[in-house]
């Protein structure tokens, strides 16, 4: 039998312990069975495994915040091997290695491998307990930093999102009502019109903002290679499988995958998906066994699906599951009094990229506005990074846009009138001293008070509008 110390309990049980999961891995049934109920009466959730192997097939199944390891296992797997697999597999679990037979040599390969911390034994079970504590903590911190910088990246998509027009006001309102929701939800929208902005906006503001979101464009890969990247596959399941792989609803367990242009999925794995979708498990290429997962899914298409469901192009079923909640984006010749904003906003990240201020020239922004822009938002962007990166002026012109931009002349009928009833700056000086005289009958004292100006500049300035 090893030589353990008695067990003693170290603070009171935590409320939050019942969530974080910790993996012990010994060949030793007492050591096993001495962590598992010392850390069990902490409030943690504790699983044991007696070989290297054991624990790598475990980690297939279920996730660990903390993995507690003995170095010497047994002839095939060791507790580093333990340790490069987690850190594989599950990278934000810290792993914590122990052992009676500690060398300078060994515990450098550990900490290089990223272990948490080695401890010798005979070790002492408060120093056990302490160090999960403080895994936890660290593990928390990290969490909590890229949280952040989630939060961060979730706040500069949404400033991507530009537009003041009824029908992006109408998306906005609509992120907002499905944010916290379980529900899948279909994106519809042209190519360029930010499908997938909407979608990281929708994943940010909900309660899966702090999990992972991951995205595939369900066209750009051959069915067998779109199968493996969902789904996973073991080793061995096809040529080049030389090992496990998780696809992307385990990567996503806890979060959201986006499926984008999911109308090009083959009829096989529409049938997969369906599957996953209704029993929220996935079956590996290759595995018989399935895995259970948590995953919210966002689909996107440029292509109405109600229109391929009858052609037998789309499952009626799986559209049907797909489109709990549908959300229309709307293209932006459709929405042409965004484009000033878009603009702007284009132009002050370019800038920033560039190191100054660029603005773009009247003429051409009636050029633009007036365009179609079949490539919608993207297409627009484009056009005006080009501009910026071939312009040395600061200023983009008329000329500094593609032909097809510039044989627009003007706004068009379309938009003719949409900055007519924009007053001048001097039109809405002149309204608001007309305003205020009258508020004050008149009393140019009080005036000037509250204009913040004095009696002289009043005077010039009710002469030039011819108020007097």
């Not at 160090?131 to 660290?138: K, M, N, T, Y």
Request: include cysteine; proline fraction near 3%.
């Amino acid at each position: 039998m090893k030589d353990l110390s008695q067990a003693t309990t170290v603070g009171e049980p935590r409320e939050e312990r019942a969530a974080a999961g910790i993996l012990v891995v010994d060949d030793d049934a007492v050591t096993q069975e001495l962590l598992r109920e010392v850390l069990g009466d902490q409030g943690y959730r504790v699983v044991t495994s007696g070989s290297g192997e054991e624990a790598l097939e475990i980690g297939k199944r279920e996730n660990f915040e903390v993995i507690i390891s003995d170095i010497k296992l047994g002839p095939n797997l060791s507790g580093l091997d333990v340790l490069r697999a987690y850190k594989a597999i599950q990278p934000e679990s810290e792993v914590i290695l122990i052992t009676a037979f500690g060398s300078m040599e060994t515990a450098i390969e550990a900490v290089k491998a990223g272990a948490f911390d080695y401890l010798s034994k005979p070790f002492k079970i408060e120093e056990v307990l302490l160090q999960v504590e403080r895994a936890l903590g660290v593990r928390a911190l990290v969490r909590e930093n890229r949280s952040l910088h989630r939060r961060l990246a979730a706040e500069d998509q949404l400033s991507s999102l530009v537009g003041r027009s009824p029908a992006m006001l109408e998306v906005y309102k609509k992120i907002a009502m499905v944010s916290d929701s379980r529900s899948n939800v279909l994106l519809y929208g042209e190519s360029g019109t930010g499908k997938e902005l909407v979608a990281r906006a929708i994943h940010q503001n909900g309660p899966r903002a702090d999990r992972r979101f991951l995205a595939v464009n369900c066209g750009a890969l051959t069915e067998s290679l779109l199968e493996s990247e969902l789904f996973g596959h073991t080793r061995g399941a096809f040529t080049g499988a030389v090992a496990d792989k998780r696809g992307l609803f385990e990567e996503a367990d806890g979060g959201t995958v986006f499926l984008d242009e999911v109308s090009e999925m083959s009829p096989a794995l529409q049938v997969k998906l369906l599957r996953t979708i209704e029993e929220q498990e996935v079956r590996r290429v290759g595995s018989n066994g399935t895995i259970k997962i948590d995953v919210r899914i966002i689909a996107a298409s440029n292509r109405n699906l109600t229109d391929l469901v009858p052609k037998g192009a789309f499952r009626e079923d799986l559209y049907y599951r797909l489109r709990v909640i549908e959300i229309a984006l709307p293209a932006l010749r459709d929405r042409a009094e965004d484009i000033p904003l878009l603009v702007e906003h284009a132009l002050r990240k370019f800038g920033i990229e560039r190191g100054g201020n660029v603005s773009v020239e009247p003429r051409a922004l009636s050029a633009l506005i007036g365009y179609d822009w079949p490539g919608n938002v993207r297409e627009l962007e484009n056009t005006l990074e080009a501009a910026v990166a071939l312009n040395r002026t600061g200023v983009i012109a008329l000329g500094d846009l593609p032909e097809k931009i510039r044989a627009v002349s003007g706004p068009g009928e379309r938009f003719e009138g949409l900055y007519a009833d924009l007053p001048s700056l001097d039109e809405l000086e002149k309204r608001y001293l007309a305003h205020v005289l009258k508020v004050t009958g008149e009393n140019k004292a009080r005036t000037a008070g509250i204009l913040g100006i004095n009696r002289k500049t009043l005077y010039r300035m009710a002469e030039r509008f011819k108020l007097w």
